[in-house]
Antibody
Framework: QLQLQESGPGLVKPSETLSLTCTVSGDSITSDNFYWAWIRQTTGKGLEWIGTIYHSGSAYYNPSLNSRSAISVDMSKNQFSLELDSVTAADTALYFC?????????????WGQGTLVTVSS | QSALTQPPSASGSPGQSVTISCTGTNSDIGGYFYVSWYQHHPGKAPKLLIYEVSKRPSGVPDRFSGSKSGNTASLTVSGLQAEDEADYYCSSYAGNNVWVFGGGTDLTVL
């Protein structure tokens, strides 16, 4: 059974960089047709897709984040990571890592339980 | 403000049906048949319920159904059960390798 587990600091200061890691177990991060994504849930704004990466390194990002986000893959550890620069209070959210399976369409079919990140001084 | 608009809440009694709407634009819901729905019980991992507007992954009960008309997609939960009380989110492909979500609907089983 595929499992995803988010990890990282729960508190980040304004203007600093938010860094999170997702550890994947139960399958290889290099499997074909599987992409890996970060999604966040903010209070009152629902879910927001942050970005998606393939194990080759090809990545796609939400343009509304103004190029502040970067996602990377560590195949040796079966992990992928998120960095979000210049955070503000608006980046306070529950961050989920997900698998995005692409066949006829791309869908977020496995999710972690999420990790809460608060931006505050 | 979320890209897709959902009612913040919905409710129904056990055994009844409830429909949750999700409104977008010609650039997302109206432009593609790539609408999906997710169920989220707070504190747990969200679950994919519907993909490609109306398809159900293996294991999802047929009480859950999806449809689309123009720029609006809908999720119908039939035969409501207590365990269906959760948050429901819609999502759509928006072109150029971008995905958008709705603000979520809190479903209460009365």
């Amino acid at each position: 059974q595929l499992q995803l587990q988010e990890s990282g600091p729960g508190l980040v200061k304004p203007s600093e960089t938010l860094s999170l890691t997702c550890t994947v177990s139960g399958d290889s991060i290099t499997s074909d047709n599987f992409y890996w994504a970060w999604i966040r849930q903010t209070t009152g704004k629902g879910l927001e897709w942050i970005g998606t990466i393939y194990h080759s390194g090809s990545a796609y990002y939400n343009p509304s984040l103004n190029s502040r986000s970067a996602i990377s893959v560590d195949m040796s550890k079966n992990q992928f990571s998120l960095e979000l620069d210049s955070v503000t209070a608006a980046d306070t959210a529950l961050y989920f890592c997900t698998r995005q399976t692409c066949s006829s369409s791309c869908n977020f079919d496995y999710w972690g339980q999420g990790t809460l990140v608060t931006v505050s001084s | 403000q979320s890209a897709l608009t959902q009612p913040p809440s919905a409710s129904g009694s056990p055994g009844q049906s409830v429909t949750i709407s999700c409104t977008g634009t010609n650039s997302d819901i109206g432009g593609y048949f790539y609408v999906s729905w997710y169920q989220h019980h707070p504190g747990k991992a969200p679950k994919l319920l519907i993909y490609e507007v109306s398809k159900r992954p293996s294991g999802v009960p047929d009480r859950f159904s999806g449809s689309k008309s123009g720029n609006t997609a809908s999720l119908t939960v039939s035969g409501l059960q207590a365990e269906d009380e959760a948050d429901y989110y819609c999502s759509s492909y928006a072109g150029n390798n971008v995905w958008v979500f709705g603000g979520g609907t809190d479903l209460t089983v009365l």
